[in-house]
């Protein structure tokens, strides 16, 4: 947190001892030439029109700041709200001018001395504007500014903070698109597996309760170890296999010089369509599905293979899937990613690259 934001905060938290210090500044600071030149009358007579200018400073700043500028931000018609202002400045400055010459006046001049009558007071117009509103209009602006300043602060952070939210929320929901079928499709698996008592059984729940337990609760941060990622990955092809006979052949390669960061279930996303849209779609030949994951050098390159028999099926139902995996690299990695893919009439790739130097803590 930056020392700005610290101080908007604490001025927020401590709204009124903030006001009290502003104006008390504001006070010293016009006061000043006064303590250091002239008698001791006359800085007392000094100091008195000093803070009384600032008393009615203080209300205009006010008069404007809460209740003329939140008008002007959501109204249509100002010709109200115009009217409003010049009447309460007017109304001001006509005070201010009657408290001097009745009250102030007689505080610190020697009788007998003439005073002008109320309502020549009120309405000698270019007196009241000349001697009292342009004063106190720009010592008033001062607050106004300051204000505005950090309203806009505080407007400004809290759009970041609902943007950044959404984009969370958004993330969420993608990640939470893993489909389906291959859960039921896994416990059908496994089911048919325990009817004929066989050996993998107890160990294809606990690769289930593996994958689930990582997507449910590890995959919750915006990184996480690539190392986790191909353990997935390796648990996901374990129990993709147990639909398919000898016919279905995977390769996964992965090297890794560092074990870096990237964003959850991306990776997954992939083979998961590679499997959906290869061996998912396969009838009576040997479907192949290769991946290839390296990191260099901060530099992530990730490419899956996969044969295909339809092309066209397979580029209208992976459409979603595809669309799901760019939504959460444009959210996550703007500008830091390269994805494409390249389709044949026999195989469907899909390749990705990623600048993970970027995303260093």
Request: charged share 20%; with cysteine; proline share 4%.
């Amino acid at each position: 947190m930056t020392a700005f934001e610290k101080l908007i905060n604490y001025t927020t938290a401590h709204r009124v001892a903030t006001h009290i210090f502003f104006w008390t500044c504001i006070y010293i600071m016009f006061t000043n030439k006064s303590v250091f030149a002239g008698n001791p009358m006359e800085i007392k007579s000094d100091m008195l029109e000093i803070a009384l200018d600032e008393i009615f400073s203080i209300l205009l700043a006010y008069f404007i700041a809460y209740r003329i500028l939140p008008k002007l931000m959501v109204a249509k018609k100002y010709t109200s709200i115009w009217i409003e202002f010049f009447i309460g400045c007017y109304i001001l400055c006509a005070a201010e001018r009657l408290f001097v010459v009745h009250v102030y006046e007689p505080l610190v001049r020697t009788p007998p001395f003439e005073q002008e009558p109320v309502l020549e007071i009120l309405t000698d117009l270019p007196k009241l504007f000349k001697s009292y509103f342009l004063h106190t209009f720009s010592l008033s602006i001062f607050f106004v500014f300051i204000k505005l300043i950090k309203d806009q602060y505080i407007i400004h952070k809290k759009a970041l903070l609902l943007e950044k939210q959404k984009a969370e929320t958004e993330l969420k929901i993608l990640k939470a698109q893993l489909n389906p079928h291959f859960l039921f499709n896994t416990l059908n698996n496994i089911y048919s597996l325990s009817l004929v008592n066989s050996p993998i059984t107890s160990k294809s729940i606990a690769v289930l309760s593996e994958i689930l337990d990582c997507i449910l609760y590890r995959c919750s941060t915006t990184y996480v170890p690539i190392s986790q990622e191909i353990t997935l990955l390796d648990n996901y092809i374990t129990l993709e296999k147990l639909r398919y006979d000898e016919r279905l052949s995977v390769i996964f390669n992965h090297s890794l010089d560092q074990n870096g960061s990237i964003a959850p279930l991306i990776l997954l996303s992939l083979v998961e369509n590679a499997f959906k849209h290869g061996a998912g779609e396969d009838i009576g030949s040997a479907p192949t599905i290769q991946i290839d994951l390296k990191l260099l050098n901060n530099c992530f390159e990730f490419t899956v293979k996969n044969t295909i028999n339809n092309i066209d099926s397979e580029a209208e139902s992976g459409k979603i899937g595809l669309n799901n995996i760019i939504q959460q690299l444009d959210k996550i990695y703007p500008e830091n990613y390269t994805f494409n893919v390249v389709k044949t009439e026999k195989d469907f790739t899909a390749s990705l690259k990623i600048n993970l130097a970027n995303n260093l803590a």
